[in-house]
């Protein structure tokens, strides 16, 4: 029996399409700037998970590398973060709190929930979702999180469609 096992070689790197900040500074720095006042008042390790989500969702895998090592960081524990793909099935590891924000975060990203014909008067985030997160947080709160929620989108339309590379990514950088 041999203790030396083969090296594995995984696939290369795939460069970044467009480096968009290096092109469009001044839009990349009010990106930073919204997204430093977005996320004023709210709990870092919530915040954390809503823009992990939202990454899951879009497929940022530059965002999801940032926002995995940010959130190990403000202390969120590793189970969570892995069940955050499963949140629905996996509801016994976050608080109600954490639901209403991660269903949220689902509606808003996806904003497929409904039309403007639908029976609640809902539109694309349906009603139901909208009040119980406003069973949680107050207005001032959930405006801030609504405003991460859509912030993320933003980075996510970004990372994906410029092919961010992740991978390089230390807590404490800027984006």
């Not at 039309?115 to 069973?135: C, L, N, W």
Request: charged residues 25%; negative net charge.
């Amino acid at each position: 029996m041999s203790t030396h096992e083969e090296p594995v070689t995984y696939a290369p790197e795939q460069p970044a399409r467009l480096r968009w900040a290096q092109h469009a500074p001044e839009v990349y720095k009010a990106m930073i700037q919204l997204d430093a006042v977005a996320n004023q008042g709210l709990d870092p390790r919530l915040r954390e998970l809503v823009k992990i989500r939202a990454s899951q969702i879009n497929h940022c895998a530059r965002c999801l590398d940032m926002h995995s090592k940010d959130a190990l960081a403000a202390g969120e524990s590793v189970e969570r973060i892995v069940q955050l793909g499963a949140w629905e099935e996996s509801r016994h590891f976050y608080t109600e709190k954490e639901l209403a924000a991660l269903e949220l975060t689902d509606a808003i990203t996806v904003l497929t929930g409904g039309t403007s014909q639908t029976k609640s008067g809902g539109g694309f985030v349906p009603d139901e979702v909208y009040e119980r997160a406003a069973k949680h947080f107050d207005e001032a709160e959930l405006s801030r999180l609504i405003a991460a929620i859509a912030v993320i989108n933003a980075w996510n339309r970004f990372g994906v469609s410029t092919r961010t590379p992740p991978g390089h990514y230390h807590p404490g950088q800027h984006k």
